[in-house]
């Protein structure tokens, strides 16, 4: 048998009040809210925040990562790379990218049900659309990723029961690629369209699965059009649909299947049946049966929690961040692109956060050095990795003259539990959120990119709990 | 494993300093050549008498060719040395060196810094490729963690911590304003710069040095030659040299309240003079304040102060003009501004002035006292370099 064995749904942690659009454009918005991506993410640092807290749950060793985004940082290179580097995944294990349309992450679950060996897939967007638009009023950011794997591999917290597609070729919703516009056609097209397609698929994933509609606890519905989710759940004769949070987090674009599969696992019983039913370019539905295992596989970060941790941002600041409002930046030098042969050699620090720790005295040196604090040992250190490590503010600064894409920066030395020091730009943080013993853990995110080269590596961030 | 010292072996027989402003009209290469004419003037003797040059600068160019093209040299051993902010006070350290070592007789430092050309704010310096996880912040950013780590661990109020730092800023404007070779001369009012806008932390834009283009120059001899140039050569009494680990960034043992390798450097500096009352015998200091709480930090450190009680003595006016020990008198690096290469040079320069009664009647101290200390770092706190020099205007 083959299923999920663990998961992790990551949304960023800035909200946009959509009341706000219309007072500035003078156009859109609406009620309710939706996540933005910080402007140092990008799909691949929210893929490895989603992978990060699936992984903290598994005991198998992946053997392939497959990451689905829309807007990915890389063309011709592959993105997944950089997740298999910060989740410090092994070496033999595939690492591919699957895009570069929404329903490629759906799909990626799919595959990875029919394929063989512990995959994780993960799937991130960054959605947004011109200013005033109902894409950017409608969207959200977010990522999720999923451990999949045999029941041989480990345990299991929900068995993958069947699945079914419908594929049609309409044009529904498209851009061009490295747009920030999507474009639609007509909704009532769209709607017309994937209802008999979602009918199809559904009728086929029970007959395939053996079951009966009635026999399904829950059932989510992902689609870029809440209002075609909304049409094609009530046609499935499932008793209860799980809310999607469009109203709280937004549509989330190619991360909308796999949040919604968090979700359900999040909100359901051990021996029960979800189902996950996906409307882009056609309609995929996987069926699943949780097992007695479910409620120890829950993620220590749950979208609830993350729902419940959020804070807002204003309109123009989310327009900068998404590059669509330029702002006076200090006037101090940009970074440096990044050496490509020296990030090489770093690979563990800078991908993973990995020191090192003397092995005569324990200290922990960060980034890793070769000799001793005392000068007297060469090469006597093992790896300290200290991406899950949290930490303590011992002092700290905002700098207002520094360079950095959002100013000021919030900058602190952190003492990590169990030893090592490392002083950090912290993210996520509100300049008076930041005091002297302040706890805090460890983030990727994406520093700059100069000459096309994103600058990956890691950041701090306030321990929140709800 | 020893520091010995070249006490009374080595004395500087003339000294240059351009003004330190921003030189728009001038170059390196001016700065270099003013410099430079002013201290052969100085010692009396042309380029011929200086066997040897070392240039200190941190990003004004590379190899010694930076200092020997616009002298013209003829033939002549030229070293560019770089060693951060530090980096003036290096080329002297090497001169005094290569001379003690009877490889010359006569040497030249000079220092210069063209900062002004780059179009930004504050200092820049430009890193070799690397994996892009270094930090990017500025030093005030750096420098400013010190303030709130020294307030919490001493119990010292942040109204009265403000108003320590600002007095900082207060006694250097005062004292710049009385020098006509400083960047900035005026005084400026407790109020202005405890309201200036903030730059990092508690920092505002008057706890920051200036920055400015200048260069700076001294040539050295042996001690029993000095005569022959001068009435009155200063005699180097030490040279500490500390380049740090960098381990308070790494070590939590680091609290931000000191600066470890200044206190080691400055054990050693007295020791290579045979200091053992700081305060008592040293008539003035130039310290590198290149944020007012380094400064407070290093009269600790310096054994100025005892630990947790600097604010209260710089309040108290002990480190004033007219106060018990002096520092910076010139107006340091807060009035004077901050070339880097050149800084540590004017910090010699002011005692050059100073302990010959030639700095005029607005700022000359008293010269009973005949020693004078200088301090230049370079770096961060947790990641420095230390020099110190004692320069005396007696033998013995």
């Not at chain 1, 299991?156 to 747009?179: K, N």
């Not at chain 1, 079951?211 to 009530?234: G, K």
Request: glycine share 10%; proline share 5%.
């Amino acid at each position: 048998m083959r299923g999920i064995s663990s998961w992790g749904a990551y949304l960023p942690y800035r909200r946009l009040d959509k009341t706000q659009i219309a007072l500035f454009v003078g156009q859109g918005g609406g009620k309710g809210t939706r996540t933005v991506a910080s402007f140092d993410e990008d799909p691949t640092t929210m893929a490895v925040e989603a992978g990060r807290i699936a992984l903290r749950q598994a005991s198998a060793t992946p053997t392939q990562l497959m990451f689905a985004t829309v807007s990915p940082t890389y063309a011709d290179k592959t993105n997944a790379t950089v997740v298999h580097a910060a989740l410090r995944l092994d070496d033999s294990a595939l690492a591919i990218d699957l895009g570069s349309s929404v329903r490629s992450a759906m799909g990626g679950l799919i595959l990875a049900m029919r394929s063989q060996g512990v995959s994780v897939v993960a799937s991130a967007d960054i959605r947004t659309g011109l200013a005033g638009s109902s894409e950017e009023a409608n969207s959200g950011d977010a990522a999720a990723a999923f451990v999949i794997c045999d029941d041989t591999d480990t345990a299991l917290a929900a068995e993958f029961i069947g699945a079914a597609s419908a594929t049609e070729e309409f044009i529904d919703r498209w851009r061009a690629p490295g747009s920030q516009r999507t474009k639609t056609w007509d909704e009532k097209f769209s709607e017309v369209t994937y209802l008999p397609l979602g009918q199809r698929a559904w009728k086929q994933a029970l007959q395939d699965a053996g079951i009966q509609a009635s026999d399904v606890a829950m059932v989510a519905v992902s689609s870029p059009s809440a209002r075609i989710s909304s049409t094609v759940a009530a046609k499935l004769g499932v008793a209860k649909v799980l809310d999607n949070l469009s109203s709280s987090i937004g549509l989330t674009g190619a991360a909308q299947p796999g949040v919604l599969l968090a979700m359900l696992l999040e909100q359901s019983k051990p021996e029960q049946i979800v189902a996950l039913v996906s409307l882009t370019d056609g309609a995929d539905v996987l069926l699943f049966r949780t097992t007695k295992y479910l409620p120890l596989a829950q993620p220590d970060t749950t979208v609830a929690q993350q729902v419940a941790c959020g804070a807002p941002i204003s309109y123009g600041r989310f327009l900068s961040w998404r590059t669509m409002l330029a702002i006076e930046p200090p006037r101090r030098p940009e970074p440096q692109r990044v050496s490509a042969t020296a990030s090489a050699r770093s690979e563990n620090w800078k991908y993973g956060f990995v020191g090192s720790r003397d092995t005569t005295t324990g200290a922990v040196h960060l980034p890793p050095l070769r000799v001793s604090a005392d000068g007297q040992r060469t090469d006597n250190m093992q790896d300290a990795p200290m991406a899950n490590v949290l930490g303590t503010i011992a002092t700290f600064t905002v700098d207002r003259l520094a360079y950095s894409p959002s100013p000021p920066i919030v900058f602190a030395v952190v003492d990590f539990d169990g030893g090592g020091r490392f002083p950090v730009e912290l993210c996520d943080i509100d300049v008076d959120e930041i005091s002297i013993g302040t706890r805090v853990r460890m983030t990727f995110r994406r520093l700059s990119v100069i000459d096309d080269i994103p600058n990956y590596f890691w950041k701090a961030t306030l321990v929140r709990t709800p | 494993m020893a520091s010995h010292g070249i006490k009374d072996q080595i004395a500087i027989i003339g000294m240059g300093c351009t003004n330190f402003v921003e030189h728009w009209d001038l170059g390196l290469d001016d700065l270099i050549v003013n410099a430079a004419n002013e201290c052969y003037s100085s010692a009396g003797i042309n380029k011929d008498g200086v066997d040897a040059y070392w240039l200190g600068t941190a990003q004004g160019g590379m190899s010694g060719i930076t200092l020997a093209r616009p002298l013209q040299l003829q033939n002549k051993p030229v070293t560019r040395v770089e060693n951060y902010c530090a980096t003036g006070s290096e080329a002297l350290r090497q001169a005094a060196y290569a001379v003690a070592s009877g490889a010359y007789d006569v040497a030249m430092a000079l220092g210069v810094e063209k900062t002004k050309d780059s179009g930004f704010q504050g200092l820049n310096a430009t890193p070799p490729p690397n994996d892009g996880t270094g930090r990017t912040l500025t030093a005030a950013a750096m420098f400013s963690m010190v303030a709130p780590a020294y307030g919490n661990k001493f119990g010292v109020d942040p109204i009265e911590l403000r108003e320590a730092i600002a007095r900082v800023a207060w006694k250097n404007h005062y004292n710049g304003a009385r020098n006509s070779r400083a960047q900035f001369r005026k005084e400026i009012s407790m109020d202005t710069i405890k309201n200036s806008p903030k730059i990092a932390g508690e920092l505002g834009l008057f706890d920051c040095a200036g920055v400015a283009d200048g260069a700076a120059a001294a040539i050295v001899c042996r001690a029993q030659d000095a005569h022959k140039y001068t009435d009155k050569p200063l005699f180097i009494k030490a040279l500490s040299f500390v380049a740090g680990n960098g381990s308070g960034l790494t070590d939590p043992a680091y609290d931000y309240t000191t600066f470890p390798e200044i206190a080691a450097c400055a054990v050693d500096a007295y020791a290579q003079a045979g200091i053992t009352n700081p305060s008592a015998q040293i008539a003035l200091a130039e310290v590198h304040d290149c944020f007012t709480i380094t400064e407070l930090v290093l009269m600790e450190d310096l054994l100025f102060s005892e630990r947790g009680t600097a604010w209260q003595d710089i309040l108290d006016g002990r480190f004033d003009l007219n106060g018990q020990l002096p520092v910076n008198p010139d107006g340091g690096l807060k009035s004077f501004g901050h070339p880097v290469g050149a800084s540590g040079l004017r910090m010699m320069f002011e005692a050059w002035l100073q302990l010959r009664g030639e700095a005029g009647p607005d700022r000359q101290i008293s010269t009973d006292r005949t020693l004078a200390l200088t301090h230049n770092l370079g770096g961060y706190p947790g990641e420095m370099v230390s020099f110190i020099s004692i320069l005396g205007s007696q033998l013995g």
